[in-house]
């Protein structure tokens, strides 16, 4: 059952189904998500008995929404950190370099179709994109050849890998500003009325990697990064 006192990556760790809801709240459960809910929302800006409720009437859920995100958080819990980080790879890696490209070739062309009436604001997000593609480009290559490979051969963490992995959570948080800020931009990724297909297509695009990205950061900060410290 979900309470007060859990945090948001607790919630999604234990009942993954609950991600699409979050996402439609815009609710950082990655980078932010680590304070019980009782103390992140001191503001009013949540409701919290009705978020609880919420949460709770879909965690208890015979069928849950996107299925098939879900298997691959509780797959990916039983695996050992070593596949952790091989799947990590494989899966997030791939598929956001490849969707980083399909939407820099997108923004470029809407920019310049749509910069008669929405020049402002997508100059604005297509240079944050541009910052936030190379930030990612760097981050990866810093994984995948240096902390990574540090993480299989030291099966018993030392402090030089540990403090490694807490410049990965800071730039972690670093990504999760730029989202934030995207989403502002943004108006969480509403299409102009006035605007066509690809720049819809774009939008949605866009959309898809956040959550790509929110899903790969909780497995990493959650799940492989406390693994390998208790080990």
Not at 173 to 195: H, R, Y
């Amino acid at each position: 059952m979900i309470t007060a006192k859990m945090s948001l990556a607790d919630i999604v760790k234990q009942y993954p189904q609950t991600i699409p809801y979050l996402n439609n709240l815009h609710l950082d459960y990655c980078c932010g998500g680590h304070m019980p809910l009782d103390e992140s929302f001191t503001d009013g800006s949540i409701d919290i008995t009705s978020l609880i409720n919420e949460l709770n009437n879909i965690a208890s859920q015979p069928v849950p929404q996107n299925k098939e995100r879900v298997e691959s958080i509780e797959d990916f819990e039983k695996l050992s950190v070593n596949e952790m980080l091989d799947n990590l790879e494989a899966t997030h890696h791939v598929t956001e370099r490849e969707m980083m490209e399909q939407i820099e070739k997108l923004l470029n062309k809407i920019l310049i179709v749509h910069y008669q009436h929405h020049g402002a604001e997508l100059a604005k997000i297509h240079n944050l994109f541009a910052r936030m593609k190379a930030e990612l480009e760097e981050h990866f290559a810093k994984e995948e050849r240096l902390i990574f490979p540090l993480m299989r051969s030291n099966h018993h963490p030392d402090k030089e890998t540990l403090e490694l992995i807490s410049e990965l959570e800071g730039e972690h948080v670093d990504v999760g500003d730029m989202i934030k800020e995207m989403q502002q931009l943004t108006n969480n990724f509403q299409v102009p009325a006035d605007t066509c297909v690809t720049y819809a297509n774009t939008f949605k695009l866009i959309k898809d990697f956040v959550e790509d990205i929110f899903v790969h950061v909780f497995k990493e900060n959650s799940i492989t990064f406390p693994e390998y410290a208790e080990q």
